[in-house]
């Protein structure tokens, strides 16, 4: 069997027609040749069945009245469709009139829209201002009523507390007062009582403490006046700084000392390298080759030289002793010595101080640099530094405004004995200021002074 599949058909024509399809008339002549070549193939093939052993179909046309009409139909096309574009051309310039008329209605419209709605928002605001002025005075006018109202309220209420609290005060007061004059009374008479037992029971305490000191003193003249009669037995019982004050004594009065001065004969200041520290430290002469201080100098400063006799005589240092148990904060055990490398000269107006070796502190008489000094209560030296004096301090004034300096010497005039000036304490702290001021008392120091001053020889 032959399948129409395989059927071949040939076109030919009396002469090879050679169309070149430049434009539309010819694409359309083209179509409609081939239209009509199709049309001849399928009638023809419904007549006969095509084989495998039949031959090539040969088809001749004479195209040329075909080629007419379809020139002619598309000239009519073109033609109609030129009426066509001419016509869409038409309407494009109508519609593009019509919008632009549209266009300018519509910008007209929306500009007068424009205007009402500016017109409308300076009514609104002119309106809004009218209300706003309105409910603001109508507000002004409702806060005074009520501030008024609130006002009167709250002094009306105040008043009527004001009356009661000062009732209940006045009541509450008297009640007070009632019980602190009761009170007031009592205490004055407990008081009274105490006051009467108090005075009674301090004037016998006197009375027997003065009878008891009267027997000491007399048995203490007593053993003094037995011990003076024996030169052995005083001697024995002398403390070395009481014998190294009689051999002051003794040298005073070899070299013709015979009157007492209030002026500090035995002070001096120390130099550190060359620079003297007068006005930070100062000390005392308390025999030939040893000057007494504070240990705070000692501590603080690399003492080399010692100026004595308004600085004209000049000692080298040989060795410094400051005490074993000396602190700096809290200030405690603030002595010290300086042991020189010769020993001084007697003069008029330099030799060294006698040490007070008295347990009891001295009544009157104490002199700082030819300034009076008096000794005070402690309760005058304590504030928020110092709560309580240590047994080896003492609380003194000066009678007359000057600054003191660190291990300056608090002295005593005793012309009674000829003992020339006697050592009570030394300054432990600079100060200017013109309040009672700490010192150490130097009797409390006396074995620490004598076992490096003046030892006991060893037999």
Known sequence: ??????????????????????????????????????????????????????????????????????????????????????????????????????????????????????????????????????????????????????????????????????????????????KIFRMSVAVKATEERWNKRLSAEVKATEERWTEKMSILENKFKNLSNQLTKSPDIATLHKRPAELACEKITSKLQSIGVTSITDV????????????????????????????????????????????????????????????????????????????MNSEVEYTFDLYPACMYTSAFNPKSGLMERGTKVQIVADSECLNKHTTQLLPNQMCVKSLTHNCRQKGEPIFVLNEETFSKHQLVGIIGKRSCIDEPYVITNVFAYLDFIESIVWPKKEN
């Open 1 to 178: 069997m032959r399948s129409a599949s395989y059927t071949i058909y040939k076109l030919r024509t009396a002469k090879p027609i050679w169309l070149k399809i430049e434009n539309c008339e010819k694409k359309m002549v083209f179509i409609a040749l081939i239209v009509a070549l199709l049309q001849a193939a399928s009638t023809e093939g419904s007549n006969q069945e095509p084989s495998l052993d039949d031959v090539p179909l040969s088809i001749y046309v004479d195209a040329s009245k075909e080629i007419d009409y379809f020139i002619s139909l598309a000239k009519s096309i073109d033609e109609k469709q030129r009426i066509l574009e001419e016509a869409l051309a038409r309407l494009s310039a109508e519609v593009k009139a019509t919008e632009e008329r549209w266009n300018e209605r519509l910008s007209a419209e929306v500009k007068e829209t424009q205007r009402l709605n500016e017109r409308m928002s300076a009514v609104v605001k002119a309106t809004e201002e009218r209300w706003n002025e309105r409910m603001s005075v109508v507000v002004k006018a409702t806060e005074e009523r009520w501030n008024e109202r609130m006002s009167a309220v709250v002094k009306a209420t105040e008043e009527r507390w004001n009356e009661r609290l000062s009732a209940e005060v006045k009541e509450t007061q008297w009640l007070i007062e009632s």
């Open 264 to 339: 500090a004969v035995h002070l001096g200041a120390f130099t550190e390298g060359g620079f003297k520290l007068w006005e930070l430290c100062y000390f005392a002469l308390i025999d030939t080759r040893f000057v007494l201080t504070a240990a705070d100098c000692l501590s603080s400063h690399n003492v080399t030289t010692l100026e004595l006799n308004l600085y004209i005589v000049l000692k080298k240092v040989k060795a410094i002793h400051i005490h074993p148990e000396f602190s700096i904060n809290p200030a405690l055990n603030n002595i010290g010595l300086i042991e």
